[in-house]
T-cell receptor, first 115, second 109 residues
Framework: EAQVTQNPRYLITVTGKKLTVTCSQN?????MSWYRQDPGLGLRQIYY???????DKGDVPEGYKVSRKEKRNFPLILESPSPNQTSLYFC??????????????FGEGSRLTVL | GEDVEQSLFLSVREGDSSVINCTYT??????LYWYKQEPGAGLQLLTY?????DMKQDQRLTVLLNKKDKHLSLRIADTQTGDSAIYFC?????????FGSGTKLNVKP
């Protein structure tokens, strides 16, 4: 089954404690990205990756890091989480190339609370 | 970047048509999408339209694109209670996806 898997789904942590949210896709997609969803603001792109070893900032990259060492994985790293990073996070992947619709396939979301 | 705007709420009666509107700012956006989010779930693609199209129909869904006004709309015919969800407009431009704030559709029996 084609899917994007995120872990953990729920996490409560404290300010400053490094954490990683993993994301894996099994569709051989080149494009992967991370979003945060906040009430009234919709989804905002944090980082994206066009392919292995190629990453770029989205609209709200501050306080986050990513890596793309393998095509299927795109972890989101919060080196020193702060309360304003409390949010619902989504990973998504897509096959963006000529002739494709660029449909994003989303994971189920990771709800992060930073105390 | 791109600004994508939607109204936050829409309430309709079952059986009526729903129209959800979206505006965007960058005319070079190539693909435009409508995604649906049900409670506790990720987003799923409902439909999409290329920037060289004006209209697309897919069963109960009709997408209209007015490039001059940078306006995208989604019409759901014969709206059902199962259509209650949050609907996001999204555009793709220069390797990035931009989403609106989402419109929460409430369908009353």
């Amino acid at each position: 089954e084609a899917q994007v898997t995120q872990n953990p789904r729920y996490l409560i942590t404290v300010t400053g404690k490094k954490l990683t949210v993993t994301c894996s896709q099994n569709m051989n997609h080149e494009y992967m990205s991370w979003y945060r969803q906040d009430p009234g603001l919709g989804l905002r792109q944090i980082y994206y990756s066009m392919n292995v070893e190629v990453t770029d900032k989205g609209d709200v990259p501050e306080g986050y890091k990513v890596s793309r060492k393998e095509k299927r994985n795109f972890p989101l790293i919060l080196e020193s989480p702060s309360p304003n990073q409390t949010s619902l996070y989504f990973c998504a992947s897509s096959s963006i190339s000529s002739g494709n619709t660029g449909e994003l396939f989303f994971g189920e979301g990771s709800r992060l609370t930073v105390l | 970047g791109e600004d994508v705007e939607q109204s936050l709420f829409l309430s309709v009666r079952e059986g009526d048509s729903s129209v959800i509107n979206c505006t965007y700012t960058d005319s070079s956006s190539t693909y435009l999408y409508w995604y649906k989010q049900e409670p506790g779930a990720g987003l799923q693609l409902l439909t999409y339209i290329f920037s060289n199209m004006d209209m697309k129909q897919d069963q109960r869904l009709t997408v209209l694109l007015n490039k001059k006004d940078k306006h995208l709309s989604l019409r759901i015919a014969d709206t059902q209670t199962g259509d209650s969800a949050i609907y996001f407009c999204a555009v793709y431009n220069f390797n990035k996806f931009y989403f609106g704030s989402g419109t929460k559709l409430n369908v009353k029996p």
